[in-house]
Antibody, heavy 123, light 111 residues
Framework: QVQLQESGPGLVKASQTLSLTCTVS??????????WSWIRQPAGKGLEWIGR???????NYNPSLKSRVTISGDTSKNQFSLKLSSVTAADTAVYYC???????????????WGQGTTVTVSS | QSVLTQPPSVSAAPGQKVTISCSGS????????VSWYQQFPGTAPKLLIY???KRPSGIPDRFSGSKSGTSATLGITGLQTGDEADYYC????????????FGGGTKLTVL
C-alpha cells in the first residue's frame, strides 16, 4: 500500500524559499506509471494544484506559480520535493503531496495523498 | 477565484439525495475528464470519482458522477451524517501550459 509523507520547515520567512519533501513508501516514484503532485490549501479555502513530476523528470506547473516553483525528484531516496521562492503571506497553507495519473487517454485522479503539512510565512 | 464553479453549500436531510454541480469551460471540463474529492476538516482530500463517473475501490455506489458538455455533477444518495464534508471537483485545463484545476468546493450539510 502506497503511503506519502510530507516534511519540511513549518515556518518560512517572507521573501525566502519554501522547501518541502514528500517521501513515498510502498511504491516507487521511478516506476514510470504515475505522476507525483503537490497541492496546497490556505486555511478555510479551496485546493490549488501547484505542479507535478513524472519518473522521467518532466514537470508541469500551475501557470500562476510557474515562475517561482521547482519540483524535483530523488529516486535514490524515493522522494520528490517542492521549492517555492520569494514567498509571501499568501503562500501560507497546508501543503499536500499526492500520487497522480493523467495522460492523453486516461485520468485516474489523485488517488493517494499525504496527510499534509502546514507552512506559515512570517514577516 | 476558482477556474471551476461550485455552489458554496448544499444541504439535505438524512436518507435523501443531493447533487453538487461543477461548471467549467471548453478548455477544461468540456475537453477532459472530471474527478471529485471529499474532504473532512483537518484531513487530506479523498478521491471519490474519477473519469467522470468511475469509483475507486471502496467507494460506495451511493456516490455517482456525470458530465455533460462543460458541466459535471456529483450525486450522493441515501445521505448519512457521515457524508457531511467539503466536496471538490477537478479536471485538467488545456489553456496556457495546462494543469489541474479545482472548483472552489461545496460544503455539504446533512440536516
Amino acid at each position: 500500500q502506497v503511503q506519502l509523507q510530507e516534511s519540511g520547515p513549518g515556518l518560512v520567512k517572507a521573501s525566502q524559499t519554501l522547501s518541502l519533501t514528500c517521501t513515498v513508501s510502498g511504491g516507487s516514484i521511478s516506476s514510470g506509471y504515475y505522476y507525483w503532485s503537490w497541492i496546497r490549501q490556505p486555511a478555510g479555502k479551496g485546493l490549488e494544484w501547484i505542479g507535478r513530476i513524472y519518473a522521467s523528470g518532466s514537470t508541469n506547473y500551475n501557470p500562476s506559480l510557474k515562475s517561482r516553483v521547482t519540483i524535483s525528484g530523488d529516486t535514490s531516496k524515493n522522494q520528490f520535493s517542492l521549492k517555492l521562492s520569494s514567498v509571501t503571506a499568501a503562500d501560507t497553507a497546508v501543503y499536500y503531496c499526492a500520487r497522480d495519473f493523467k495522460d492523453n487517454w486516461n485520468d485516474y485522479g489523485m488517488d493517494v495523498w499525504g496527510q499534509g503539512t502546514t507552512v506559515t510565512v512570517s514577516s | 477565484q476558482s477556474v471551476l464553479t461550485q455552489p458554496p453549500s448544499v444541504s439535505a436531510a438524512p436518507g435523501q439525495k443531493v447533487t453538487i454541480s461543477c461548471s467549467g469551460s471548453s478548455s477544461n471540463i468540456g475537453n477532459d475528464y472530471v474527478s471529485w474529492y471529499q474532504q473532512f476538516p483537518g484531513t487530506a482530500p479523498k478521491l471519490l470519482i474519477y473519469e467522470n463517473n468511475k469509483r475507486p475501490s471502496g467507494i460506495p455506489d451511493r456516490f455517482s458522477g456525470s458530465k455533460s458538455g462543460t458541466s459535471a455533477t456529483l450525486g450522493i444518495t441515501g445521505l448519512q451524517t457521515g457524508d457531511e464534508a467539503d466536496y471538490y471537483c477537478a479536471t485538467w485545463d488545456s489553456s496556457l501550459s495546462g494543469g489541474r484545476v479545482f472548483g472552489g468546493g461545496t460544503k455539504l450539510t446533512v440536516l
